[in-house]
């Protein structure tokens, strides 16, 4: 399957679009180490929270598996959070407790921390996505209510001193993920996940870059589905047509209550669920979505289950979405086993391997292909260790 360069999105990175065009071959691969520097191959970054690291890793060419930086893993001052890297590829951003740090990225995929190795704001943002223009860090802090876009400048990644932070109002405190409407979208949103308190959707206008303008509309709340639910999760079409959402408890008379709601994306925040949705993902605790579009025009969602009733591993469910007119509906493609709480999906810079983390290990990584016969079903590949264990590894986002 060939997967379109610009159209996957990673939910916290995950809606990190770049802005470039070509085509990927997914190939198969089986597990195998050892380390490299080819700036050709897949490159990828984990943030491990435990040992306060992260590792930059990647797929070389004819590799049997990933393989860490020389160089890597970076060991940073603070306890971490989260991280995003640029549309560009050339920053990297972490959030810690002491605030939020970039870093520049080399040819080969190499960190240098940069802004004198001081923080560029002090917000430890516990969401935050770099907007698909490079203009904005859009970020989160758990229990202040808000969402925040700090300016920063698409060459330096560093501060834009001539632009003040901008800050919305949101309807809840405790901030589980966000999402970013894609490039040049019409209708173009920022969408929080506030676990019990819903799903905030925010009118977003990356254009708004002069001085006393800000990118935000007024926020509004997509309630839980049910009151003993939370939304867990959030990402966005790559076309922006429809908006996913996944929430624990979407189904209260099934085992697997945890499932990905469908909502098509309009104008002036309104939001439309789906005939269908919502849509089971084969466990209880959705935990992270990524959409993608292969270079064929096929659009596929994965779903990680964090928890899976019934099961010490959690699991990723693949779904094809299909349209008629404006409407939208699921299918379930495959679901396979990945290491214990799955918490993050991304995609290696090739596009050949789908990434999935697990905070609590067995394995630290786990990696996929995408099947060569039927279209969006994964195929288990390599394992990995993203340190030395335990590192509960909590974020993963790819090179774009």
Same mark, same amino acid.
């Given at each position: 399957?060939?997967?379109?360069?610009?159209?996957?999105?990673?939910?916290?990175?995950?809606?990190?679009?770049?802005?470039?065009?070509?085509?990927?071959?997914?190939?198969?691969?089986?597990?195998?180490?050892?380390?490299?520097?080819?700036?050709?191959?897949?490159?990828?970054?984990?943030?491990?929270?435990?040992?306060?690291?992260?590792?930059?890793?990647?797929?070389?060419?004819? +590799?049997?598996?990933?393989?860490?930086?020389?160089?890597?893993?970076?060991?940073?001052?603070?306890?971490?959070?989260?991280?995003?890297?640029?549309?560009?590829?050339?920053?990297?951003?972490?959030?810690?407790?002491?605030?939020?740090?970039?870093?520049?990225?080399?040819?080969?995929?190499?960190?240098?921390?940069?802004?004198?190795?001081?923080?560029?704001?002090?917000?430890?943002?516990?969401?935050?996505?770099?907007?698909?223009?490079?203009?904005?860090?859009?970020?989160?802090?758990?229990?202040?209510?808000?969402?925040?876009?700090?300016?920063? +400048?698409?060459?330096?990644?560093?501060?834009?001193?001539?632009?003040?932070?901008?800050?919305?109002?949101?309807?809840?405190?405790?901030?589980?993920?966000?999402?970013?409407?894609?490039?040049?979208?019409?209708?173009?949103?920022?969408?929080?996940?506030?676990?019990?308190?819903?799903?905030?959707?925010?009118?977003?206008?990356?254009?708004?870059?002069?001085?006393?303008?800000?990118?935000?509309?007024?926020?509004?709340?997509?309630?839980?589905?049910?009151?003993?639910?939370?939304?867990?999760?959030?990402?966005?079409?790559?076309?922006?047509?429809?908006?996913?959402?996944?929430?624990?408890?979407?189904?209260?008379?099934?085992?697997?209550?945890?499932?990905?709601?469908?909502?098509?994306?309009?104008?002036? +925040?309104?939001?439309?669920?789906?005939?269908?949705?919502?849509?089971?993902?084969?466990?209880?605790?959705?935990?992270?979505?990524?959409?993608?579009?292969?270079?064929?025009?096929?659009?596929?969602?994965?779903?990680?289950?964090?928890?899976?009733?019934?099961?010490?591993?959690?699991?990723?469910?693949?779904?094809?979405?299909?349209?008629?007119?404006?409407?939208?509906?699921?299918?379930?493609?495959?679901?396979? +086993?990945?290491?214990?709480?799955?918490?993050?999906?991304?995609?290696?810079?090739?596009?050949?391997?789908?990434?999935?983390?697990?905070?609590?290990?067995?394995?630290?990584?786990?990696?996929?292909?995408?099947?060569?016969?039927?279209?969006?079903?994964?195929?288990?590949?390599?394992?990995?260790?993203?340190?030395?264990?335990?590192?509960?590894?909590?974020?993963?986002?790819?090179?774009?």
């Amino acid at each position: 399957m060939k997967l379109n360069r610009c159209a996957w999105l990673g939910v916290a990175a995950m809606s990190l679009l770049c802005g470039c065009s070509g085509f990927w071959n997914a190939t198969t691969s089986s597990s195998g180490g050892g380390s490299g520097t080819d700036a050709a191959s897949g490159v990828f970054y984990v943030l491990n929270e435990q040992t306060a690291q992260v590792t930059a890793m990647q797929f070389a060419a004819n +590799s049997n598996g990933p393989s860490t930086l020389t160089g890597s893993p970076y060991t940073l001052g603070a306890l971490p959070y989260t991280m995003a890297i640029a549309p560009s590829g050339n920053f990297l951003y972490v959030s810690t407790v002491s605030g939020i740090y970039v870093y520049s990225v080399s040819t080969g995929g190499a960190l240098t921390i940069a802004n004198g190795g001081t923080v560029i704001s002090a917000d430890s943002a516990f969401a935050m996505q770099v907007d698909p223009s490079g203009t904005w860090l859009v970020e989160v802090v758990s229990g202040q209510g808000a969402v925040n876009a700090i300016p920063i +400048s698409a060459s330096s990644g560093l501060f834009d001193v001539s632009r003040g932070e901008k800050t919305v109002a949101l309807s809840a405190v405790t901030i589980t993920q966000l999402a970013i409407s894609p490039l040049n979208s019409t209708n173009a949103y920022v969408f929080v996940g506030m676990g019990v308190g819903g799903t905030a959707v925010v009118p977003f206008t990356a254009a708004n870059t002069t001085s006393g303008t800000s990118p935000f509309g007024t926020a509004s709340t997509i309630n839980v589905r049910n009151s003993a639910g939370a939304a867990n999760t959030v990402a966005v079409d790559p076309s922006n047509r429809v908006l996913y959402v996944g929430e624990t408890v979407a189904f209260t008379n099934q085992t697997q209550s945890g499932g990905v709601r469908v909502f098509t994306i309009g104008a002036n +925040s309104a939001m439309t669920e789906v005939s269908g949705s919502p849509f089971a993902t084969g466990g209880t605790g959705p935990s992270s979505i990524l959409p993608l579009t292969t270079s064929g025009g096929t659009s596929l969602v994965y779903v990680a289950n964090k928890a899976v009733s019934g099961s010490s591993t959690g699991n990723i469910t693949g779904f094809s979405l299909s349209a008629s007119g404006t409407s939208y509906t699921l299918t379930t493609i495959n679901t396979v +086993s990945a290491g214990t709480s799955p918490v993050w999906l991304a995609v290696d810079s090739t596009g050949t391997y789908l990434l999935s983390v697990s905070s609590s290990g067995n394995p630290d990584l786990s990696t996929f292909t995408f099947d060569s016969t039927t279209t969006g079903k994964l195929d288990a590949s390599a394992t990995s260790s993203t340190g030395t264990d335990p590192v509960q590894a909590v974020t993963v986002v790819g090179q774009p």
